[in-house]
């Protein structure tokens, strides 16, 4: 069988490491020709994410906390079914699952500091609500015309 076009990067110089993921073939849905039937093109792909050691130890630790809704006993599974080759599936789904670690591994962002709001901002809006007032309060009165 010809290898996948991996490594599928992750981050930097982390790839997917192909001999923790574990693959399983089933019948897809939709539309396939004439052997769809006996054709096996839906793939799942399978990576152990508890037990992993091909992660740095802080990256695993934040990937099981931030995918936590997705893991099965701390793997986590990819489904590909769109293409009737399995082969293109199959690549969808590495590319998949190395997507979905990237996002999760990534360091959270900066936390936000607290700045004073400037002056002219604050003014703007209260002139605005001071208008938007003056503009309500001309409407309920009837006027000297009657």
Known sequence: MERM???YAIRGAVSLPEAELQWRFSRSSGPGGQHVNTT???VELRFD??????LPEVWRERALDRLAGRLHGGVLVVYASEHRSQWRN???AARRMAALLAEATAPPPPE???RRTPRGVVERRLRAKHHR????RG???RGDWE
């Open 40 to 42: 096996d093109s839906q």
């Open 112 to 114: 936000r500091r607290a």
């Open 90 to 92: 199959r690549e969808t």
């Open 139 to 141: 409407r309920g009165r």
């Open 49 to 54: 994410l508890a037990a992993t050691r091909a």
């Open 133 to 136: 007032a003056d503009v309500k």
């Open 5 to 7: 076009s991996g490594p």
